[in-house]
Each structure stands twice: as structure tokens, then as C-alpha cells.
């Protein structure tokens, strides 16, 4: 897209909602220039060269201030803003690290060889990893041309090995990554359910253990982030076991809208807030930015509510003295999900590549079908540039509509949260929000995916027919102002004490592991020793293996439901997708239309 078409964004949304109060505020961020620092001393030539030729030619001053600071041993956590490298201060102190480990003069000896240094990735989510595994493959193999083209044998290159593993993964797979992989990139569940319970299998992982990456750790509030906090602890205090004179690993946080990061990171990983350096200022150049606060069209008073609208945002709803303009009925406004819809293909029209984010899996295939039938009647041939992208689809669908958003095929994603957090995707210049997203940090998260890499960018927040969008799309202030702390608890005991459980089973619990689990004194382990989950012995306190299952399987980090219910086509015996089993009565249901991709099923039967 040209500029000059990306100037003309702001005038569309004008010339479109300016008449009919569609457009309620434009909020503009000027651009600002960006900051670079040197390579530091330490970083791997054959890595820098790396990175220049994938276009760095230098990096930005956070950059620096936090490769410097955990290549230093300093617990460290990054808080600038979407876009602005976040990665590479992770990457650089632990690639070369690894890279120095295989240069000419370091100690060969097998023992050593065994325990080179190992890297450990958290998402919150699997796209990004799936996204952070695609990027270090890119430089990985930049890291190896250079070395060839400098006259390296193959047989002599040095390497980063990196691997995925997780619920998606194929076991020979796994067995590859937890045999030689450098960097392992996983997210916390799989930590949880089968790293920490299967820990004598990753030995060589965690006796390597140098640093362990956080990404977009403000994801980790609530009872989520009481759980992830624990689950690091465990494999905190696990590293310590294997290696009690060694160097211990140096946590890494990456976060784009953290409130008090350094006490976020610290919580999380049981330390306390002076430990943790907080990088915040950030040194990247960025675009201008525009954040449009919209309400939808009115309803004419004729028309029915339109038949492929959610359910809870066509229901009827009292309105509040102050929703918004006085007297005004939210629900005589059409559907966010179908404004969006609207709003998107006229954004298309002009070359626009834009997300829009809904907030439920229906909603997306909605919003992209919709936009398909609107685009067949005035420009046909972007048809097959929108789908949907959300949660049950298969492992490799979901793959490949990441790759063909980033090659640029596909212009146009309709969205649920799952693309929410880092995905890195140059190009797009929109972004759509149906509905308020629940906080600010998650606003400045789904806006901040357009106009990444210093260009302008665009967002919408379109109000739904909750009394709370109608009040803040009137309201900027209370939009605008700054982002919500990331408040977790992991002394809660309804947490803590399963993690407990699973800590005893990986190695017996002592006196001195109290304080990480923010234990006072032993009080809630006499507890779960007299409900027999414990045993005390003179080592420690153990896990009761005369129980049936494993104390990992007591607690979901989620709080989820029931498993997922495969959803097959009856002819062929393909599954087509996944769908919660707690939503699985009600959207599966004998007789029920279930959408996917645009193709229209109806269910036959629920399975037992």
C-alpha cells in the first residue's frame, strides 16, 4: 500500500462516519524518530552479520540496555512498545552464547560439550511462537550463509539448533528438540503437563539452562498468572536441584504494555523487585498513530436484526442514564460484528491489509463471510484474500493462514484474541476492534498490530451494544488513560496448593523452598500431609504415589473444561476443526449450523 494511500485512512473514516456520528474521536500520536546503539563487545560477529543482512544494521538503545543487562546476569524485563524488537535483545545474549560455546579455543571436552548453554521461550500463545520459531529460523539460517560465504566448511559451521514443542508437536519431533535443541520454544501448559513431570528426559536442557525468555508476560493476570508464576518457580527450583554451584538462569520478560514491570516480572518469577532490571524507554522509531473511537449505523426502523448477528449483540439491553448520548437506545445501532464487517470492505477498497478482532470464535467467521459477500458484488477478485483465524482450527490451518498473512496473500484476518499478542506482521495498516476488548492493555495490544516497523497505522474501536462500549466511545479519557497493572496472586492456596503437589513429585520439598512458593512456614504442606496428598519424610515432603493420577493433572492452568470435541465430516471421516467441550451442547448440538471458513455444516449427531 502506498503512502499516500496510507495518509488518505483518516479521511475515509471521515468522509464514511463523519456525517452520521459514526466517528465519535480520532486520537492521533505523532510519529517519533528512533535511537540506535552499537553491537555490544560480547555479541558473536558471525550473529550481528547475521542481523544486518535480515536488515539490522544496528539495534535500538533498549535493545542494547537489555541484551547488556541479561548477558550481565541480571533478571531483566523489556516494556516498550508493539514493533520494537523485542526479540533481539533476547536473541543476541543467548545465541551467542551458544555460538561461543562452539568457537575455536573453548573447551571441548565432552562433559562440557554435554551442557552447552540452552535457551528457554514462553508464549502465552502458540501463534507467537509459531511466529518467534519462523523468525529465528530466518536468522539461524542468515547465521549459517554468512559463515559460507566467509569460507566455513559445512561441516564446520557453528550453529544455533531451535525447535518447537508442544501440544501441536509430533512426538519424533519432540524426541528431536529434547535431544539437541539449543532453544526450545514452548508456553507454560506444556511446562506444566509434560516438561517439569518428564524432567529427567530434559536433563541436558535444564543443566544447560541459561536463560529463560518471558514473552508478553503482562498476558499472565489473574488466575492465569498466579498459575504461570508457580509453574516457573518449579522450574526454577528444579535448575537449582540439578546444578546448586552453578550459574542459575536469568529470566528474560518481554512485554509491550506491562503496568510496573519490573514488579509484574518479579512476582512471576518469585524474586524480589530490585532484582529486576525494567528497561522502559524505548528507542524505536515509530509511525504515526490514529485510534478511532466509532459507534455503528443506526438500525432503519423497518429491518429486522440481521440473521447472522450474535446472539449478545443483537439482544436488547436498558440503557444506562450516561451510555452515551442522552435518550439514545444502543440497541437500535447494528452490530458491531457486522459494522466491522462493513467498515472492513470499505478499507479493502482503497488496498487497505487490516485485522479485525471479535470476541468469539463465531464472530470471526461471520465477520469474514460477511465480507466475502459484500466484496463478490463490487470486487470480486479479493475474494480469496479474507478468511477467518481463530481457535479449533487444525494445527497446520492455523499455520498456514499465519504464512499467508505474512506473505501478504491474504489481506484481510477476521480474529479472535489468538493474534493478539506479538505477531509480527509488517504491511498491515488496519486493525478493526468489535467491542470493547476488557482492558487497555489488550486495546494497546490488538492496535498496536497495524503499522508496525515505524509506518502509520490505523485502529477502530467500534462500540458493541454493551452499555460500557457506548459510555467509553464517548469518553476518550477513560480510553486513553494508562494501562491496568497486571494484578495476580500466587499465594492464593486454591492454587497454590496443587502446584505444591506437583512440586513434591519433582523433588521432594524442603524447608528452604518455602520462601519461593511465598510460604511463611509450613503450614499449608501439614495441611495437604493430613489430607494424605503429602508425606513427610526426613528429606522432605513427598508426593503420595499410592494416589491415582498425576498431582500435575489436579489443576489446569486455564481453569478449562471438558477436553475439546473433534468435530468430523460424516462422509469422509475428516476433522474439520475442534470445538470447547463446555460451549460443545450448545454450538454442536444435534441440528446445529457450525461454520467453518466459510463452509456451512449441519451437525447430525453429539457423540457421548
Not at 546476569?73 to 560455546?101: F, N
Not at 529460523?137 to 566467509?150: F, S, T, Y
Not at 514473552?215 to 535448575?239: N, P, T
Not at 467498515?343 to 470471526?364: C, E, I, P
Request: with cysteine; aromatic share 4%; proline share 7%.
Amino acid at each position: 500500500m502506498a503512502d499516500g494511500t496510507r495518509r488518505d485512512l483518516t479521511g475515509l473514516l471521515e468522509s464514511i462516519g463523519g456525517r452520521d456520528g459514526r466517528l465519535v474521536h480520532l486520537q492521533r500520536t505523532p510519529a517519533r524518530p528512533g535511537h540506535h546503539g552499537d553491537w555490544p563487545e560480547w555479541a558473536d560477529p558471525d550473529l550481528v552479520a547475521a542481523y544486518r543482512r535480515i536488515g539490522v544494521e544496528r539495534p535500538w538503545t533498549h535493545q542494547v540496555a537489555a541484551a547488556q543487562s541479561a548477558h550481565a546476569g541480571r533478571h531483566t524485563v523489556l516494556a516498550t512498545g508493539t514493533g520494537s524488537g523485542k526479540s533481539l535483545a533476547a536473541w543476541l545474549p543467548a545465541l551467542s552464547d551458544v555460538l561461543a560455546a562452539q568457537s575455536p579455543g573453548a573447551d571441548s571436552r565432552i562433559s562440557v560439550h554435554g551442557r552447552r548453554p540452552t535457551t528457554l521461550y514462553l508464549s502465552p500463545t502458540k501463534a507467537l511462537a509459531a511466529d518467534q520459531a519462523a523468525s529465528l529460523g530466518r536468522l539461524i539460517g542468515e547465521l549459517e550463509a554468512v559463515q559460507r560465504e566467509a569460507g566455513a566448511p559445512t561441516g564446520s559451521l557453528r550453529t544455533v539448533r531451535a525447535g518447537t514443542c508442544d501440544g501441536d508437536t509430533p512426538l519424533p519431533e519432540r524426541d528431536w528438540v529434547r535431544a539437541h535443541a539449543d532453544v526450545v520454544l514452548t508456553n507454560p501448559d506444556f511446562l506444566h503437563f509434560s516438561l517439569l513431570p518428564g524432567h529427567e528426559r530434559w536433563t541436558r536442557l535444564l543443566r544447560g539452562l541459561r536463560y529463560v525468555v518471558i514473552d508478553e508476560c503482562h498476558a499472565y493476570r489473574g488466575i492465569l498468572g498466579a498459575h504461570v508464576a508457580l509453574v516457573l518457580r518449579r522450574l526454577l527450583r528444579l535448575v537449582a536441584r540439578l546444578r546448586p554451584r552453578g550459574p542459575q538462569p536469568i529470566v528474560l520478560c518481554a512485554s509491550a504494555t506491562a503496568a510496573e514491570p519490573a514488579l509484574t516480572a518479579a512476582r512471576l518469577i518469585g524474586a524480589e523487585p530490585d532484582d529486576v532490571v525494567a528497561v522502559t524507554d524505548d528507542g524505536a522509531p515509530a509511525g504515526e498513530r490514529t485510534l478511532a473511537l466509532w459507534q455503528p449505523a443506526l438500525r432503519d426502523p423497518w429491518m429486522l436484526p440481521a440473521p447472522d448477528v450474535e446472539p449478545a449483540q443483537d439482544s436488547a439491553r436498558a440503557t444506562e442514564p450516561d451510555s452515551g448520548d442522552p435518550g439514545e437506545d444502543p440497541s437500535a445501532r447494528r452490530s458491531a460484528v457486522v459494522e466491522a464487517a462493513e467498515l472492513l470492505v470499505d478499507l479493502m477498497s482503497v488496498g487497505t491489509r487490516a485485522l479485525v478482532f471479535v470476541r468469539s470464535r463465531r464472530s470471526a467467521e461471520i465477520v469474514a463471510e460477511r465480507a466475502r459477500h459484500t466484496l463478490g458484488l463490487s470486487l470480486p477478485e479479493l475474494i480469496g484474500t479474507v478468511s477467518a483465524y481463530r481457535g479449533g482450527y487444525l494445527p497446520e490451518e492455523r499455520r498456514a493462514l499465519e504464512a499467508d498473512l505474512r506473505s501478504g496473500r491474504l489481506r484481510a484476518l477476521a480474529t479472535t484474541n489468538a493474534l493478539e499478542l506479538g505477531i509480527d506482521v509488517t504491511g498491515l495498516d488496519a486493525v478493526l476492534i468489535a467491542g470493547w476488548p476488557g482492558t487497555r492493555v489488550s486495546l494497546g495490544q490488538q492496535a498496536g498490530r497495524a503499522g508496525r516497523a515505524g509506518s502509520r497505522g490505523l485502529a477502530v474501536l467500534i462500540a458493541s451494544d454493551n452499555p460500557l462500549d457506548a459510555y467509553l466511545v464517548h469518553h476518550p479519557e477513560a480510553v486513553f488513560a494508562a494501562p491496568e497493572a497486571t494484578v495476580f496472586d500466587p499465594a492464593n492456596p486454591y492454587v497454590l496448593a496443587p502446584h505444591l503437589c506437583a512440586a513434591a513429585s519433582e523433588a521432594p520439598l524442603r524447608a528452604e523452598d518455602l520462601a519461593l512458593f511465598g510460604l511463611p512456614d509450613d503450614a499449608l504442606l501439614r495441611e495437604l500431609e493430613n489430607r494424605s496428598a503429602l508425606r513427610r519424610r526426613p528429606t522432605g515432603w513427598f508426593w503420595n504415589i499410592n494416589l491415582p493420577g498425576r498431582p500435575q493433572d489436579l489443576t489446569s492452568l486455564r481453569g478449562d473444561g471438558p477436553p475439546e470435541v473433534p468435530v468430523v465430516e460424516a462422509d469422509t471421516g475428516t476433522v474439520v476443526g475442534t470445538v470447547d467441550g463446555a460451549a460443545a451442547d450448545s454450538t454442536v448440538h444435534e441440528g446445529a449450523v457450525y461454520v467453518h471458513q466459510g463452509r456451512v455444516y449441519v451437525v447430525e449427531q453429539l457423540a457421548d
